[in-house]
């Protein structure tokens, strides 16, 4: 039956070619965590990866009630935290797996940079790889705002400060992202809100592709 | 794609109906060692790895509550502000005399945008042929540099906080006001919660009015003769109010106290 659709389907879009790209590539020994147990170290980037797939869906589900305003910002986080069903765990995931993306990431990076990886021909793979750590960085600056509790209102003060200590551009970045010179409020953490779940989520995705398919370009590093 | 002559198409479409892809696994006998396919082989190990790994994260998220603190009060000038964990070290570094005040522009720009363009340009730094770590040193040891200066400066930043005082100002106030008792219903009459607060929690400088040690005597004395910024007077009800609501006030507990 399935088969009978698979060549139904492919009859008509021809999709083998497709398929086979995505399931035909060889793993080598090096880095097979089943016959070299130090191997481990290479399944730091897919648990990166695995963290974003997590941090993704979990924040769908926060989504359907977190209200970004400085009236029900808060309420509403407290009232998915205490009062929905799971709202807890959802917040947990969404919360400690942003820590624990940190980590992976961290982990992953010092893998490919202490094995030299990053050398040619992959030069342009790892400068997207440290581009997707700002992503992440960025994300996390951005997220901790929203439950607009008192450390989200203070650490967003002091981050805007250091932002606004950029010579020359500093007071005009500080104004695009927080949307006013002075005031820390409504118009903050909307753009915050939309920065955290549009913009680099988006950038985040487009560099992940990226990443992604220039391993499977270049394949995997060589054992050193 | 360019259609050929002498091929033959499905329908209108560049899909060509004959000599299709075979459905079958690359051979893998020539790759050396113990080379074996992503799909299913590797797949599956990855996914065991995975499976270990999210149980492990599952059992965090349930016994690890997200931390939420009451919500945010601009006025309340003397909070202490505290970054994520993993920005501690960019935030202890302007702590940092030569990297704070008329040298701000170090802490906040130079020296993290030296570190960050490094790690961005690396394999235009480090541009050797070598791949072990001990055959390229420079590479190394700045690496190695960084991850002691990041340690450190996370370790002084955790080490010099006050979480005591940090758990504590942030706390949200958990009493459960009954707004159906008499004695809130007088303190509302005469506009106790206007600067109080309808959870008589305080706001700003104005205190809360919850768990605050006092007796009814003195609240009372407090309500008609003020205290502090607090001016006299300002209590307008009979002597019998103020006793009821004076009790009311004295009975307030904290939740968990």
Redesign the interface.
């Known amino acids: 039956m399935l088969n009978r659709i698979?060549n139904w389907v492919?009859?008509?879009?021809?999709i083998?070619?497709l398929?086979?790209d995505?399931?035909?590539?060889?793993?080598?020994?090096?880095v097979?965590?089943?016959?070299h147990f130090s191997a481990?170290v290479y399944?730091f980037g897919?648990?990166t990866f695995?963290?974003v797939v997590?941090q993704i869906l979990s924040g769908m589900f926060l989504a359907m009630y977190y209200v970004p305003d400085?009236e029900n910002a808060?309420?509403s986080?407290?009232y998915l935290?205490y009062e929905v069903a799971y709202g807890?765990?959802i917040?947990?995931?969404?919360?400690?797996?942003?820590?624990?993306a940190?980590v992976m990431m961290f982990l992953h990076m010092?893998r490919v940079?202490?094995?030299?990886?990053?050398?040619?021909p992959?030069?342009l793979n790892?400068?997207v790889g440290?581009?997707i750590?700002?992503v992440m960085?960025g994300l996390?600056?951005t997220g901790?705002l929203l439950?607009?509790?008192?450390?989200?209102?203070?650490?967003t003060?002091?981050?805007l400060n250091?932002i606004e200590?950029?010579?020359f551009i500093g007071e005009h970045l500080k104004v695009f992202i927080a949307g006013d010179s002075e005031i820390?409020?409504a118009q903050t953490i909307t753009r915050f809100f939309a920065i955290h779940v549009f913009f680099l989520p988006a950038a985040l995705l487009g560099l992940i592709a990226l990443h992604f398919i220039m391993i499977r370009k270049q394949g995997i590093?060589g054992p050193? | 794609m360019q259609k050929k002559k002498g091929m033959k198409y499905v329908g209108d479409s560049r899909i060509p109906a004959e000599n299709r892809k075979p459905n079958v696994p690359k051979d893998y006998t020539e790759y050396p060692g113990k080379t074996e396919p992503f799909w299913p082989n590797f797949l599956l190990k990855e996914w065991l790895v995975g499976a270990v790994f999210l149980i492990g994260f599952l059992i965090l998220t349930v016994s690890a509550e997200p931390p939420l603190e009451k919500m945010a009060d601009p006025t309340d000038s003397s909070y202490i502000p505290m970054p994520d964990w993993y920005f501690l070290f960019l935030y202890q570094l302007l702590k940092y005399s030569y990297a704070s005040n008329e040298f701000i522009i170090f802490g906040t720009v130079i020296i993290p945008g030296l570190a960050f363009g490094a790690l961005l340009l690396a394999p235009f730094l480090d541009r050797g042929p070598e791949r072990r770590p001990l055959k390229r040193p420079l590479a190394t040891g700045f690496m190695m540099l960084a991850i002691a200066s990041i340690t450190y400066l996370t370790w002084e930043a955790a080490a010099n906080h006050d979480w005591e005082k940090a758990k504590a100002q942030g706390q949200i106030p958990e009493a459960s006001i009954d707004t159906e008792d008499e004695g809130y219903k007088i303190a509302e009459a005469n506009g106790c919660i206007s600067c109080h607060g309808s959870d008589l929690a305080g706001n700003g400088s104005n205190p809360s009015l919850i768990g605050t040690g006092l007796t009814a005597e003195e609240i009372a004395d407090i309500a008609r003769n003020g205290n502090g910024n607090m001016p006299a007077g300002l209590f307008t009800g009979s002597e019998e109010e103020l006793k009821i609501m004076a009790e009311y006030l004295a009975n307030l507990k904290e939740e968990g106290k």
Request: charged share 20%.
């Open positions: 698979y492919d009859e008509r879009l021809d083998t070619p398929w086979r995505i399931a035909d590539h060889e793993v080598p020994e090096h097979n965590p089943a016959h481990f399944c897919g648990l695995f963290i997590i400085i808060w309420q986080v407290y935290q807890k765990i917040r947990s995931m969404h919360h400690w797996g942003a820590s624990l940190i010092l940079f202490f094995q030299g990886a990053y050398k040619k992959r030069e790892w400068i440290v581009l750590f700002f960085l996390g600056l901790y439950p607009w509790d008192m450390k989200a209102l203070f650490a003060k002091v981050t250091i200590s950029v010579p820390v409020g590093s050193l």
